[in-house]
């Protein structure tokens, strides 16, 4: 059966800005803006080597309603929770955190100096899973499957599945409600592609070194661009005269209504509500 190329639909630049206790960072989507990408909700690029754009790092915060995925590229970060959990995140390392039914965790740098690189994926929990009992997973850069394609190319399967040419092969997480594929991909020049996905997914890309074309040839991702990919089962990528380095994002979307405010995501005004009314009251993490 003849595979059909998505093509590229939308183009989204990051913005520079600040959260937490004054991290700089580069936010490339968030609930509020008029691209929506369901199920994903916010995604945040943050890289500096100077310490003053990161030491401040995420103090004690609550979360419900969604998970949390953050993926270090460079340096390191500690995270801790109301649970007792301990993690510490270093270069190559994911971790997804569901915060369901609540969770204050911070996220606090490791390091005093050089440089700090990664990612923060927020991606939504169906209405029934909102509620279920938080939990999180810490995934090692090790344990991270990894798929070696030619000229030094790769990708890191941190999940979902890829189909290539030697098969199947599972990333590091499964069992997500939404389906979620996230790969960490790397291209030499002129080097091609091809990732299956469901064709009524939600597809993402986003370039963080280097150009990529996607779906078209003429279609070009220059780093710091994130692109929405319509119409089929296939992601096609190459690269041209540059290598490139990207992530590739997708999952099933949920078609429920999303309701955002701070640290929040539910389906109605009401539950929001309800969640300040629980962190206010100390009953959001019961």
Same mark, same amino acid.
């Given at each position: 059966?003849?595979?059909?190329?998505?093509?590229?639909?939308?183009?989204?630049?990051?913005? *520079? %800005?600040?959260?937490?206790?004054?991290?700089?960072?580069?936010?490339?989507?968030?609930?509020?803006?008029?691209? =929506?990408?369901?199920?994903?909700?916010?995604?945040?690029?943050?890289?500096?080597?100077?310490?003053?754009?990161?030491?401040?790092?995420?103090? !004690?915060?609550?979360? &419900?309603?969604?998970? %949390?995925? /953050?993926?270090?590229?460079?340096?390191?970060?500690?995270?801790? !929770?109301?649970?007792?959990?301990?993690?510490?995140? &270093?270069?190559? !390392?994911?971790? @997804?955190?569901?915060?369901?039914?609540?969770?204050?965790?911070?996220?606090?740098?490791?390091?005093?100096?050089?440089?700090?690189?990664?990612?923060?994926? @927020?991606? *939504?929990? +169906?209405? =029934?899973?909102?509620?279920?009992?938080?939990?999180?997973?810490?995934?090692?850069?090790?344990?991270?499957?990894?798929?070696?394609?030619?000229?030094?190319?790769?990708?890191?399967?941190?999940?979902?599945?890829?189909?290539?040419?030697?098969? =199947? $092969?599972?990333?590091?997480?499964?069992?997500?409600? /939404?389906? +979620?594929?996230?790969?960490?991909?790397?291209?030499? +020049?002129?080097?091609?592609?091809?990732?299956?996905?469901? +064709?009524?997914? %939600?597809?993402?890309?986003?370039?963080?070194?280097?150009?990529?074309?996607?779906?078209?040839?003429? =279609?070009?991702? /220059?780093?710091?661009?994130?692109? $929405?990919?319509?119409?089929?089962?296939?992601?096609?990528?190459? /690269?041209?005269?540059?290598?490139?380095?990207?992530?590739?994002?997708?999952?099933?979307?949920? *078609?429920?209504?999303?309701?955002?405010?701070?640290?929040?995501?539910?389906?109605?005004?009401?539950?929001?509500?309800?969640?300040? &009314? !629980?962190? &206010?009251?100390?009953?959001? %993490? $019961?």
């Amino acid at each position: 059966m003849n595979k059909q190329n998505r093509q590229l639909a939308t183009v989204v630049a990051g913005q *520079n %800005t600040s959260d937490g206790a004054g991290v700089k960072l580069k936010r490339i989507f968030n609930p509020q803006q008029k691209h =929506k990408f369901d199920p994903f909700l916010l995604f945040d690029e943050f890289g500096s080597d100077e310490a003053a754009d990161y030491i401040g790092g995420f103090p !004690d915060h609550p979360h &419900r309603g969604f998970e %949390t995925v /953050t993926y270090m590229l460079a340096g390191a970060m500690l995270h801790r !929770d109301h649970l007792g959990n301990e993690g510490h995140l &270093r270069q190559g !390392d994911v971790q @997804w955190m569901t915060a369901a039914h609540g969770i204050i965790h911070s996220e606090m740098p490791e390091q005093e100096n050089g440089l700090l690189h990664g990612f923060q994926l @927020w991606l *939504n929990l +169906p209405a =029934k899973e909102k509620m279920k009992p938080p939990h999180y997973r810490d995934i090692a850069a090790k344990d991270i499957p990894h798929v070696e394609l030619v000229n030094d190319g790769y990708i890191k399967l941190i999940a979902g599945d890829y189909v290539g040419g030697t098969g =199947k $092969q599972s990333g590091a997480v499964t069992g997500v409600a /939404t389906q +979620p594929l996230y790969f960490d991909v790397s291209l030499s +020049p002129q080097q091609a592609l091809d990732i299956p996905v469901d +064709p009524q997914h %939600t597809a993402l890309v986003y370039v963080y070194q280097g150009e990529l074309a996607v779906g078209s040839s003429d =279609k070009i991702l /220059t780093a710091g661009q994130l692109g $929405q990919l319509i119409d089929g089962d296939n992601i096609h990528l190459e /690269t041209q005269t540059q290598s490139a380095q990207f992530l590739v994002l997708a999952a099933m979307p949920l *078609n429920e209504p999303v309701v955002q405010s701070g640290p929040f995501v539910m389906n109605t005004m009401e539950e929001i509500e309800q969640a300040y &009314r !629980d962190y &206010r009251d100390g009953v959001l %993490t $019961q």
